[in-house]
Nanobody
Framework: EVQLVESGGGSVQAGGSLRLSCTASGFTFDDSEMGWYRQAPGNECEPGNECELVSTIRGDGYTYYADSVKGRFTISQDNAKNTVYLQMNSLKPEDTAVYYC???????????????????WGQGTQVTVSS
């Protein structure tokens, strides 16, 4: 069973920075993908109101970023610690969301996808950016 433990959320003013961490157990990162989704506060990730994929990183180092965060967010991995980090700089009020860590062999752009969630799904961490 894949377990993900997230940390690092909080409240900042616009222009500030936060770093999210996600540590995985029961998961081999080498041939898989880890990343972050987000959802506006008060909303669930559900059909018709899917969570947005923010960024991913694969075991081979390939990374993906949503257009809305390119140039501001950086995803990285520490294989020895089985941990993925999301460094978020120049935060904007529209980045306010609950951020979910995810892990699977492949991560889709939206969750749920076909009614399914990734094998690994974190509990979510709140990020609030005030103007």
């Amino acid at each position: 069973e894949v377990q993900l433990v997230e940390s690092g959320g909080g409240s900042v003013q616009a222009g500030g920075s936060l770093r999210l961490s996600c540590t995985a157990s029961g998961f081999t990162f080498d041939d898989s993908e880890m990343g972050w989704y987000r959802q506006a506060p008060g909303n669930e990730c559900e059909p018709g109101n899917e969570c947005e994929l923010v960024s991913t990183i694969r075991g081979d180092g390939y990374t993906y970023y949503a257009d809305s965060v390119k140039g501001r967010f950086t995803i990285s991995q520490d294989n020895a610690k089985n941990t993925v980090y999301l460094q978020m700089n120049s935060l904007k009020p529209e980045d306010t969301a609950v951020y979910y860590c995810a892990a699977d062999s492949f991560l889709f752009l939206d969750v749920p996808n076909g009614g399914s969630f990734p094998n690994g799904w974190g509990q979510g961490t709140q990020v609030t950016v005030s103007s």
